[in-house]
């Protein structure tokens, strides 16, 4: 019995080792680990990008590539295990990493805003304090939020973190996690307004400049083509979470519950797949985005293929005959 138990087990961990879920996050991890450290590798050895107007890109590239190379591990590991304290670990981790990312996102929109309505302020506000400050800041911010589900306040309606489809706060709204998600999806609104603020002001300055280039325009080093890509994937990536934990708020004031939909399930799982995807997708955008990321990204592609092809027709070589006189 012992024995079939055991077996039973190990049939269930592969499969759920196997499964789509873990497998498409193995992929995002891979993508999101290898493309945000080939990008940072090149930005530290290219004095070019290691400018001040790119230091909150550079700090977003930075929490892609943790999420990466931390949070998906850590979420695999909660899967595979099932241990609480594993799990606590993995719920504050995506909250610290997902909100530093989402106010990253909004103080580049702002610093961009910023350097196009005022460059010569902007020039002259410029410093490494400044952006030390706001990155210090964002995560002070972040990780006030991420340790509230671990202190043991449900009861105040400030969540826990339990192992549902990921570890997390639950999305079904109840008294125990009302006050924390209603905060959270309402500081998600007041992000994505800003950004979208601060882009209307950009594409009307644009349009009044006769849609000239205005990166060249006023000195900044960092297109706005690669940040308003960036900004809107995330944009697009965060809006699932918004309407579900809306309509879960909607359902809660009015005396039910969205578990009980039948479609609910779904969209829980889209939202939370979404927030893990855009870690992958920012880097090959700045990457194809960027003409010195492209050139060195196209230089090593093409160094590994004459490597290859080089090592593969030396092992197609017979050896030389050689004759011996008796």
Known sequence: MYLNATLSTIKSDQKLLFSPEIISLLFLSTIAIVGNLFNLIVI????????LDNILLIALLITGFSTGLILIPLILLVKLT??????QIQGFAITLLNCCSLTLTVALSVDRCHAVINPFSYLRQSNKAKYTIIILSIILFSSMISIFPILGLERFGLGKYILGSICWCSLVIDQTNVIILTFLVSAMIIHILIIIFCYIILFAIAYQKGHQDLSGSFGIKTPLRTVILIVGMNMICWIPMIVVLLHGIFQYNHGS?????????????ISFFLLDAYIAVNPIIYLTTNSILRKKWIYLMNLLLCNGRLASSRSLQLPQRRSYKV
């Open 257 to 269: 519950t969205n578990a009980t939909l039948p479609y609910w399930r779904i969209a829980a799982n």
């Open 44 to 51: 530290y050895k290219s004095p070019l990008l290691r400018s």
């Open 82 to 87: 099932g241990n609480h304290v594993l799990c």
